[in-house]
């Protein structure tokens, strides 16, 4: 299998959809935005907020078939204004179970699937599905990164694109 990781930049949404393979099964995975500093589920913060419509906003054209979300109000709220502009359910997936995650849940059909996740779990979930030991933790402080794996041929070539937004 080969994997190449291509960082990109800064993402502007007349660019992502080429970075989107229709050949491909496609995982889009995001961190949550920015949170309120309390408790242990916080709410996204007003900068949260604003980095979930700018998502949702880059991927207005893009198709989209599933969106996964860890069971945490920040992760679920990245997602709230795409999947409500998509008509699509979130399914809640286990961040302490990403193996079982990757194997069971996400399909390697050619869909097109958006997964919300954390600094700690976003890595460990590339790594699972790219079958490397490459991604590390993203600092707690940065809340912009995306990246978007390409699976062709049932995981013999993928190519994962790594924006900014």
């Given at each position: 299998?080969?994997?190449?990781?291509v960082?990109v930049?800064?993402?502007t949404?007349?660019?992502?959809?080429?970075f989107i393979?229709?050949?491909?099964?496609?995982?889009i995975?995001?961190?949550h935005?920015e949170?309120?500093?309390?408790?242990?589920?916080?709410?996204?913060s007003?900068?949260?907020?604003?980095?979930?419509?700018?998502?949702?906003?880059?991927?207005?054209?893009?198709?989209?078939?599933?969106a996964y979300s860890t069971?945490?109000?920040?992760?679920?709220e990245?997602?709230?204004y795409?999947?409500?502009?998509?008509?699509?359910?979130?399914?809640?997936?286990?961040?302490?179970?990403?193996s079982?995650?990757?194997?069971t849940?996400?399909?390697?059909?050619?869909s097109?699937s958006?997964i919300?996740?954390h600094?700690?779990?976003n890595p460990l979930?590339?790594?699972?599905?790219?079958?490397?030991?490459?991604?590390?933790?993203?600092?707690d402080d940065?809340?912009?990164d995306?990246?978007?794996?390409?699976?062709?041929?049932?995981?013999?070539?993928?190519?994962?694109?790594?924006?900014?937004y």
């Amino acid at each position: 299998m080969k994997v190449d990781t291509v960082f990109v930049g800064n993402l502007t949404n007349q660019k992502i959809e080429k970075f989107i393979k229709k050949q491909a099964t496609v995982f889009i995975i995001v961190r949550h935005g920015e949170k309120e500093n309390s408790g242990k589920n916080p709410h996204l913060s007003e900068a949260g907020k604003n980095r979930a419509i700018n998502l949702a906003e880059l991927l207005k054209n893009a198709k989209i078939d599933h969106a996964y979300s860890t069971d945490f109000f920040r992760t679920r709220e990245t997602l709230e204004y795409l999947v409500s502009d998509k008509k699509l359910e979130v399914k809640i997936y286990n961040p302490s179970k990403i193996s079982d995650f990757v194997k069971t849940e996400l399909v390697f059909n050619q869909s097109k699937s958006i997964i919300s996740g954390h600094s700690n779990t976003n890595p460990l979930l590339l790594n699972e599905i790219c079958k490397v030991n490459f991604y590390k933790d993203i600092p707690d402080d940065k809340f912009n990164d995306l990246y978007i794996v390409n699976v062709f041929r049932k995981g013999k070539r993928i190519k994962v694109f790594h924006f900014l937004y």
